[in-house]
């Protein structure tokens, strides 16, 4: 890989942790990082060495040497700070959600693609071993007819006050619903609500019908104090129980029970060499592309609709 220099805009939680993992990929150079705390500055250039320390993250968007950025602000910041990236000529991965509202989303996929400049979306479990295998295996049939998907994310997290946990979570179902089986949902049921707030949902169901008749049923929780990433696929011919973080795959099949052979992968850095590479080559269309992005936000408004209004939605596929 050629020598690139990148920058990370917003190094709270998120962003140090990729400020981390392209200090470790040879040919990086995190030139430049962008926070309002001077703490977390201070942290990226005691730990990583990294010179150029801004508050504002525009003045990172001067640097004609840096190539891309990273965007790991809060989700409110998405659209503008995407929007001022590509417009300085910077090929972004921004994290999930791409944006707070889907047209916002379909703006920037316009303007990287004018640009010829790359558009990647946070979708990390997009690279995690044990889903591509599940993918892979549902490809093949494997399971025989697919009957539906129980994805289950919760633990307990404080109310965050910028966020639910439906924009916070529901982009990993969606994605994943897609990447598993090849497809977006026709009509959502979305119910949830908050506890320890008077707005903004901390829990919720949402229950996704796919066009194959295949039910998705996703369950989103900030209260649950037993953290669990966990997808159960149910078909017809074989089931699998995916622990997404442990990167383990359970499968059931005539009453025995057995494990896949997963060889685990860091999926940050993953990502990170999946982007790296797809600059300078905008042609490709990485897999977790900014369309992909808006999708997933498409579908997050129509399950808003369907919890305010009470109702099943159809989504229009
Ligand atoms: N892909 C994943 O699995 C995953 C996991 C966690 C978070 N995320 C995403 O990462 C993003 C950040 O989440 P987080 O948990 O790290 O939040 P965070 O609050 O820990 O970090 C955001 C940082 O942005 C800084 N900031 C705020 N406004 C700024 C501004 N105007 N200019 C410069 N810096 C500013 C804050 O000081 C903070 O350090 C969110 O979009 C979130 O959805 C993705």
Redesign the pocket.
């Known amino acids: 890989m050629r020598r690139i220099e990148v920058a990370v805009?917003?190094?709270?939680?998120?962003?140090?942790k990729i400020v981390d993992e392209y200090s470790n990929i040879p040919g990086v150079k995190v030139k430049a990082v962008?926070?309002?705390?001077d703490k977390?500055l201070e942290f990226c250039r005691d730990r990583y060495k990294v010179e150029n320390l801004y508050?504002?993250?525009r003045e990172v968007l001067e640097d004609d040497g840096i190539t891309a950025v990273n965007?790991?602000?809060?989700?409110v910041?998405?659209y503008q700070a995407c929007k001022d990236a590509l417009e300085a000529g910077k090929h972004v991965l921004?994290?999930?959600?791409i944006t707070l509202s889907s047209q916002e989303g379909r703006e920037l996929v316009e303007m990287a693609g004018e640009r010829n400049l790359t558009l990647s979306v946070?979708?990390?479990y997009r690279f995690n071993n044990a889903l591509l295998e599940v993918r892979r295996l549902m490809g093949q049939n494997f399971f025989g007819k697919p009957y539906n998907m129980n994805f289950v994310w919760m633990n307990l997290e404080p109310a965050f006050p910028?966020?639910d946990v439906i924009v916070?979570l529901a982009?990993?179902f969606f994605d994943m619903v897609n990447f598993i089986f090849d497809s977006w949902p026709s009509r959502i049921t979305c119910v949830g609500r908050p506890y320890r707030r008077k707005e903004m949902e901390e829990l919720a169901y949402i229950t996704c019908e796919m066009p194959s008749g295949v039910l998705a049923n996703a369950t989103l929780s900030w209260l649950a104090p037993r953290k669990v990433r966990q997808i159960e696929i149910v078909g017809e011919n074989r089931s699998a129980l995916i622990d997404a973080v442990g990167q383990e795959v359970t499968v059931y099949e005539s009453g025995y029970t057995y494990k896949l052979g997963i060889e685990r992968n860091n999926t940050i850095r993953t990502e990170l060499i999946n982007f790296l590479q797809s600059i300078g080559d905008p042609s490709t269309e990485t897999r977790n592309s900014g369309t992909i992005g808006v999708r997933t936000v498409e579908m997050i408004e129509k399950s808003m609709d369907s919890l305010r209004g009470g109702r099943t939605v159809d989504t229009g596929i």
Do not use: A, T
């Open positions: 805009l917003g190094v709270g939680y998120w962003g140090k962008s926070d309002q705390l977390n508050h504002d993250y965007v790991c602000l809060p989700n910041l998405h921004v994290e999930k959600p946070g979708h990390i910028d966020r916070d982009p990993h």
